[in-house]
């Protein structure tokens, strides 16, 4: 090898020898620079017994497109006398692209540019463009193959489709990534995966919405998990319970959207004409504005987090009360809401020691949508996990083992 030779950036087997500038495109000669061993038995002792002129689709320099020209081999061992085609490092076998040029089509796919576009931008098929992305994908998944069970886990429920309804996410609240997705959402249809769910011992903390089919799972299968609850949830779960009781004493001024709209907000984000036109409401209804001040405590309580034991104490006793006086109430709407946080009391508990929740969750639950759609919707339910496995629960990083060694 004369020591001037230069590597072709991305191939480190090839030297440089020269680069043609094209209107549309690059065109680089390169020449191998080592006789490879032998892929079977390591055997140094190979010759060449064909050769043949390959081209490589490679980079893409701004809107110039890299061709890669040089001499290709194939080879017969002397050690094992068998025959083999050189695989090139930055190559795959049989491929006429280099992993580079395949990975740009594929980064640029998912991130949102269409199939047809790279067609034209890239020079290669639309159903290829297809065929890499579904490739890379497939490939992701297998590398989460061995993935640990998560310490902290969330699970929800999310919409999958009209015929086959809801399916249930298992979040690693951790690492911000899917750990799986399971069809369905009931004890009957998660029971067998959960059955063979490994390693189940590591949960040490299930955070979740307010669902009892949920609950009973994990109390089943997770011996070490302490269930908390969902403090997105809880929050919602209070807000609609609160509108129904409103519903009751005014049916009417319920379904004003102006209204409602003041309701729902937290008193400290009303401005002070929007809190007098409340007051001037409540007027009327006196026994509303006590409700609507009782939520807003209820609120604030709710919003706290990370406390102290000692703190917490404190929170879980005016908690307790607050849930008996819902019980007490005589309005249905808040003695069922009464109810659901007395039985829940334990998990709302944990929520207050507790930083972690399922918005997490609901992040992904986004993403999840956007695949969908963007795939057009999924019919079959393994596709679309596997398309969610590899784009919600790898941690971005591409890895790539270097294929051949070259003496
Ligand atoms: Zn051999």
Redesign the pocket.
């Known amino acids: 090898m004369p020591p001037e030779a230069k590597e072709i950036l991305g191939l480190p087997d090839l030297n440089h020898i020269e680069t043609l500038y094209g209107n549309k495109r690059v065109l680089i000669h390169g020449e191998l620079r080592n006789r490879p061993l032998?892929p079977?038995?390591?055997?140094p002792h190979v010759r060449i017994k064909a050769s043949f002129p390959r081209v490589l689709r490679h980079l893409r320099l701004g809107n110039q497109l890299v061709r890669v020209r040089f001499t290709s081999h194939k080879y017969h061992?002397q050690?094992?006398?068998?025959y083999f085609n050189l695989t090139l490092q930055g190559t795959r076998p049989k491929k006429r692209s280099s992993e580079a040029f395949r990975l740009e089509v594929f980064e640029r796919h998912h991130g949102g540019v269409s199939g047809k576009h790279i067609s034209d931008t890239h020079e290669i098929s639309h159903a290829t463009v297809e065929r890499w992305y579904q490739g890379f994908i497939k490939e992701r998944y297998g590398e989460l193959k061995g993935k640990r069970t998560p310490r902290v886990l969330g699970i929800d429920e999310h919409f999958f489709t009209k015929k086959k309804g809801y399916a249930t996410t298992f979040a690693d609240l951790k690492k911000h990534t899917v750990f799986d997705v399971v069809l369905g959402r009931s004890e009957q249809s998660l029971e067998a995966y959960l059955r063979k769910m490994p390693e189940k011992h590591r949960v040490k903390i299930v955070v979740m919405d307010l669902s009892s089919t949920y609950r009973s799972i994990v109390k089943k299968h997770f011996p070490n998990a302490k269930i908390v609850a969902d403090r997105f949830h809880v929050v919602r779960l209070i807000g609609q319970q609160f509108l129904k009781s409103w519903a009751q004493f005014d049916p009417v001024g319920r379904k004003n959207r102006g209204l409602l709209s003041l309701m729902r907000r937290h008193e400290k984000s009303l401005s002070p004409e929007q809190r007098a036109k409340l007051e001037r409401y409540f007027e009327e209804f006196p026994h509303l504005k006590a409700i609507w001040e009782f939520k807003q405590r209820l609120h604030d309580l709710i919003r706290l987090k990370m406390l102290s034991k000692e703190s917490t104490w404190l929170v879980i006793h005016d908690y307790l009360r607050m849930v008996r006086e819902l019980k007490e109430s005589p309005i249905e709407a808040l003695r069922t809401l009464g109810e659901t946080l007395s039985s829940w009391r334990e998990e709302i508990g944990r929520m207050w020691r507790f930083s972690k929740t399922n918005s997490i969750t609901e992040g992904l639950h986004n993403k999840m949508e956007m695949i969908s759609r963007r795939a057009f919707g999924f019919r079959n339910f393994e596709n679309y996990r596997m398309r969610v496995l590899a784009l919600c629960g790898w941690d971005g990083v591409i890895r790539r083992k270097r294929k051949l060694i070259l003496a």
């Open positions: 032998c079977r038995c390591a055997h061992c050690g094992c006398k068998r």
